[in-house]
């Protein structure tokens, strides 16, 4: 009896560990496509700073 709860216990932790998984690893994905956008606006900032345009264009 105690081995059927203890590997219940167990599937339920690992259950809800995957779930925080999924949660830091969605979180990490949006947090990694704002830098990428940020960085793509800077640079191209930068390159209209270089053709002499202006860099809010």
């Known amino acids: 009896m ?3 709860e ?3 216990d167990t599937e339920i932790r690992d259950c809800e560990m995957d779930e925080e998984l999924a949660d830091v690893l969605t979180a990490i994905s ?3 496509k704002r830098l990428a956008r ?3 606006m800077l640079s191209r ?3 209209a700073k270089k053709e002499g345009g202006k860099a809010d264009e």
């Open 38 to 40: 940020k960085l793509a």
């Open 45 to 47: 900032q930068e390159k």
């Open 2 to 4: 105690q081995t059927q």
């Open 30 to 32: 949006v947090v990694s």
């Open 6 to 8: 203890r590997q219940t």
